[in-house]
């Protein structure tokens, strides 16, 4: 896989029926290593290495509706009173973030009402925090820590 804009972390690899997998310590499985998943694994690494983030409060590629459309997040960090910390959206490393990607996870948090918004492709990584009541977000330079 191609290196990513992250630290380096350690990995649990296995190959089944030719194709390389990844073990997800939230799901608790291996998943077959696509470009997206890479960059997903690479996110929860941080949260949890980096950032302090607990495992049992991230939940990862879930169901939602939006506009009648099932869809489906990539990571969502919830709080200790079950209110969403982070929305995140994770994109192959090949995919531009472009206006469409804000406008996806915009619509996903319509939803959601996150506390925070992190959108990535494992090169560029954007981080925002919501206002509600001003109606607008604003960009921050990285995630903070969790505050326990």
């Not at 690494?45 to 879930?62: A, C, F, M, P, R």
């Not at 969403?84 to 531009?96: F, G, R, S, T």
Request: hydrophobic share 35%; glycine share 2%; charged share 25%.
């Amino acid at each position: 896989m191609v290196q990513l804009n992250f630290p380096s972390y350690d990995f649990r690899f296995k190959s089944s029926e030719n194709k390389v997998q990844i073990f997800d310590v939230i799901r608790k499985k291996f998943i077959v290593l696509q470009p997206e998943e890479w960059v997903r694994q690479h996110v929860i690494h941080q949260l949890i290495y980096d950032k302090g983030y607990s495992k049992n409060l991230i939940n990862v590629e879930k169901q939602l509706n939006v506009n009648n459309l099932k869809k489906r997040y990539d990571i969502v960090v919830y709080n200790k009173d079950a209110t969403i910390h982070l929305l995140v959206e994770c994109k192959a490393p090949n995919i531009k973030i472009d206006q469409q990607t804000f406008d996806q996870i915009a619509r996903y948090n319509m939803q959601l009402n996150a506390k925070y918004l992190m959108v990535t492709n494992g090169h560029d990584h954007f981080f925002c925090q919501m206002n509600y009541d001003e109606e607008k977000y604003d960009f921050l330079r990285q995630i903070p820590d969790f505050s326990r």
